[in-house]
């Protein structure tokens, strides 16, 4: 599982990171070591994260991960315990950004925080007006369809149109580096295709874009960097395809939990390694050829066990992310 | 199969499009009084478009002025020769500070927190501080509109205040307006939105009957009424049926809201939870 990823990011930062000459120097968001404790609950436990400028890095973990907290302190809404956390090329942690730089930040927080009783357009012009240089918040709030919902007020607001309007106030300022997250979580998959087309032509105007999200789909699709957390740190990273090639080669099935591997493991060869994650979900990994899809087969066979949703090949992003993170609830 | 992950990598990890674009001139915030008026002028605006607070800013205070001058079901202790709309007017114009000042930032900042708003604001460019600011100038701004429009009723149903005093009366508002101000905050930044919304209401509806407000302090029984001095409410009150009376400015009034403005100052920078 581990082979190939530990020298992805040094073989990309040749290609990342121009030297453009901005204070940032490439990097929109530099996290090293950031630590983050609630009483006695560690929340934060050492995230390292990067995000390049006109860059996505997908920030993906299960619930309690640390990825909203991780969130919080980079926007200087909670004072981290340890750690440096560089956005834009000025240090935070521990300090209040100055308002210039919260200009250059746009945040969509998981909460929403838009305010009940107000009408969405009157919302957005008065973000706006916080800015020296606002986008256009008629062209803004027409892409993102607010006109349709410009007189209701956000406590009658549907999900989608909550969240849109939320992107819409992350967008207002024209961010150099963007916070998003669980942008789509809600949305019909046309308000989908809207936000990541947005978010698609924020990244190409260079600005760089944290993105925190559940829908592996969408890491794959926006972002050209993947992180994976759990615990309260960075797991793995990488582009999401080297996360997968990374991943050798397997035969996946389910079956009743807690079957006798051993027999299985020694009818095949040794350059095989037979695990079960977690509980009924059983893999074959290593120099997996036909004679050992025969071999899990026969073995199946010969103990009456029917093998259920048998795959062969390599992983994608959400086996690699649930074997890495674990499959059980939290 | 290794269950060990790789390290993250040291370097930034750079997107396989090649170099980025050339960098945008950096987004620059507007200027600080333009960020603190665009907030005022948006909570003012909330404030007066949203129904219950104009009925506790605007419909009760007028109601108590019409009620308290015309009828004789409230005892305010008049002395010989004194009118009564001149013992509730400037009382009313106490009332309506208390409405907006506490009772309706209290609760509009506890929903706000609540629903993340405060977090979200201190995202943008505006800031905490920034916020804490509008906010201010917000309430003094539909505190203008308040004395505006319960002085106009004030002055139709007969109040002859002394024209000096608007001078004393303005400075009382404005130390009354960061006194209650500053302690709605601590209300709201302490408690859940829901206790705020009870607890909130039910000091306004105790001060506007024994607080000193509307009703003359000397009205109110014995070691209470003496009491009733050192609260916000009670010093506002009296300050400002002082003023209305003879143009003059009552400094112990003063001192009290000043005590006041700062321990709940203080009190809420320490104790003021943001989420």
Not at chain 1, 278 to 284: C, F, T
Not at chain 2, 71 to 100: F, I, K, M, N, Y
């Amino acid at each position: 599982m581990g082979r190939g990823r530990g020298g992805t990011d040094l073989d990309s930062a040749a290609v990342g990171g121009p030297p453009d000459g901005s204070p940032s120097g490439g990097a929109a968001l530099r996290v090293r070591g950031l630590v983050k404790r609630y009483g006695p609950r560690t929340a934060v436990d050492g995230m390292d994260l990067d995000v390049t400028a006109g860059g996505v890095t997908a920030l993906l973990g299960p619930n309690g991960a640390g990825k909203t907290t991780t969130v919080e302190c980079c926007l200087g809404l909670r004072r981290p315990d340890g750690g440096s956390v560089r956005v834009l090329g000025r240090e935070v942690a521990g300090a209040v950004p100055d308002a210039d730089h919260r200009s250059a930040v746009g945040a969509m927080l998981q909460d929403g925080g838009l305010p009940t009783s107000a009408r969405p357009l009157r919302l957005l012009r008065h973000l706006a007006r916080l800015h020296a240089a606002p986008r256009d918040v008629d062209a803004l709030a027409e892409r993102l369809g607010v006109p349709a919902f410009a007189g209701t007020s956000v406590r009658r607001l549907s999900g989608g149109q909550r969240q849109r309007l939320a992107l819409a106030a992350a967008l207002v300022g024209r961010p150099r580096l963007l916070f998003l997250d669980e942008p789509t979580a809600g949305l019909d998959p046309a308000a989908r295709l809207v936000v990541w087309e947005l978010v698609r032509e924020a990244v190409g105007e260079g600005a760089g874009v944290l993105l925190t999200t559940h829908d592996l789909d969408e890491a794959e699709r926006l972002a050209d960097h993947v992180v994976i957390v759990d615990g309260g740190r960075a797991i793995a990273a990488g582009a999401p395809g080297e996360l997968v090639a990374g991943a050798s080669a397997s035969v996946r099935f389910t079956a009743s939990p807690g079957l006798d591997l051993a027999p299985l493991r020694q009818a095949l060869s040794e350059e095989v390694a037979v695990a079960e994650p977690s509980p009924g979900s059983y893999v074959v990994s290593g120099a997996v050829d036909p004679q050992v899809v025969a071999g899990v087969t026969s073995w199946c066979a010969q103990r009456g066990v029917m093998p259920q949703a048998l795959s062969v090949g390599r992983p994608s992003l959400e086996e690699v992310f649930l074997d890495l993170t674990g499959r059980r609830l939290r | 199969m290794s269950e060990t992950p790789a390290p993250v990598g040291e370097t930034p990890p750079g997107s396989s499009r090649g170099p980025s674009p050339a960098p945008r001139a950096a987004p620059r915030a507007a200027p600080p009084g333009a960020r603190v008026l665009a907030q005022a002028r948006w909570e003012a605006g909330t404030m007066l478009r949203n129904g219950e607070q104009v009925l506790l800013t605007l419909v009760l205070p007028a109601l108590v002025l019409v009620g308290l001058s015309r009828t004789t079901l409230v005892d305010l202790g008049l002395e010989p020769g004194q009118r009564a709309v001149d013992v509730v007017a400037p009382g009313v114009l106490a009332l309506a500070v208390l409405s907006t000042a506490f009772t309706g930032q209290a609760i509009a900042t506890g929903f706000d927190r609540r629903s993340g708003v405060l977090r979200l604001l201190a995202t943008t460019p505006l800031g905490r501080g920034g916020l804490v600011a509008g906010r201010v100038l917000g309430v003094l701004a539909v505190e203008a509109v308040q004395v505006v429009l319960l002085g106009a009723v004030a002055l139709a149903v007969g109040w002859s205040p002394e024209p000096l005093g608007l001078l004393p009366g303005a400075l009382l508002v404005l130390v009354g307006t960061a006194a209650l101000t500053a302690l709605a905050l601590l209300l709201a930044g302490v408690l859940r939105a829901e206790a705020v919304l009870a607890v909130a209401n039910l000091v306004w509806a105790a001060l506007l009957v024994g607080g000193g407000v509307v009703v003359p302090a000397d009205a109110l029984p014995g070691p209470w009424g003496a009491l009733v001095h050192v609260l916000p409410s009670g010093a506002l009150g009296e300050g400002l049926r002082r003023a209305s009376e003879d143009g003059a400015l009552d400094l112990p009034a003063l001192g009290v809201l000043v005590v006041w403005a700062l321990a709940a100052s203080l009190a809420a920078r320490r104790w003021f939870r943001w989420d």
